[in-house]
């Protein structure tokens, strides 16, 4: 099987902008989670969507948004970018959402925002 | 409050020697935890799980993490370190969010230098 692909790899976009990342899960998977990681605050979770729903929602503020298509591939949009906001940006997917359930990750987005 | 701590930034460890990556844990319910690693420039790999049953659990490359309830640990270990295994380690707790809904506490990472 595939796994979890991410596009684009690398961004540079500069302050005020917007991006769209995206994330393909790995064949069959239906459950797709984001997370933020930087040097000083290690991975933080972003969001979780579970058959088109959002499951659960980290503390990021409203600027950070995603969603999830039929095919359960997932785009994660972030509006008016910060300096703060240059990270690698991590998607992992899993079968389900349940807590026993491993999630299989992306390379990652690598975002810098000049 | 639920967390995860990793208590070493960094462990270094001779090519050949065994090798330990330590994870403490503060969850109510019971626990389900996981270890990753990440190499430069790259995701994070899914190297073992536990659930339930045997303390030991075996996984990939040759690693393997004991669970331990009464000190909440579950420290990550490999008999004899390659330099390849050079990397970033997390380890990972899950708690419930909502129902059987998951919600993943992260550690900061341990580094581990393996020196030839």
């Known amino acids: 099987k595939a796994g979890v692909t991410q596009t684009p790899r690398y961004l540079i976009k500069t302050r005020g902008q917007q991006v769209t990342l995206s994330c393909s899960p790995i064949?069959?998977?239906?459950?797709v989670s984001w997370y933020q990681q930087t040097p000083g605050q290690g991975l933080q979770f972003l969001f979780e969507y579970f058959s088109e729903t959002q499951r659960n929602k980290g503390n990021f503020p409203g600027r950070f948004s995603g969603r999830q298509f039929s095919n359960s591939r997932s785009e994660m949009n972030v509006s008016t970018l910060e300096l703060g906001d240059s990270a690698l940006y991590l998607c992992a997917s899993s079968s389900t959402s349940g807590r026993t359930d491993t999630q299989y990750f992306g390379p990652g987005t690598r975002l810098t925002v000049l | 409050a639920q967390s995860v701590a990793q208590p070493e930034d960094q462990v270094n460890v001779a090519e050949g020697n065994p090798l330990t990556v330590k994870c403490t844990y503060s969850?109510?319910?019971?626990?389900?935890l996981f270890w990753y690693v990440q190499y430069p420039n790259r995701g994070l790999q899914f190297l073992l799980k536990?659930?339930?049953?045997d303390n030991l659990v075996k996984g990939s490359y040759g690693f393997e993490a004991e669970f331990n309830k009464s000190q909440t640990s579950f420290h990550l270990k490999k008999p004899s370190a390659l330099v390849s295994d050079s990397a970033l380690y997390f380890c990972?707790?899950?708690?419930?969010?909502?129902?059987?809904?998951?919600?993943?506490?992260w550690g900061l990472g341990t580094s581990l230098a393996v020196n030839p």
């Open positions: 969850v109510s319910g019971n626990p389900y």
């Open positions: 064949s069959g998977h239906r459950s």
């Open positions: 536990y659930i339930t049953g």
């Open positions: 990972a707790v899950s708690q419930s969010a909502g129902g059987n809904n998951r919600k993943l506490i």
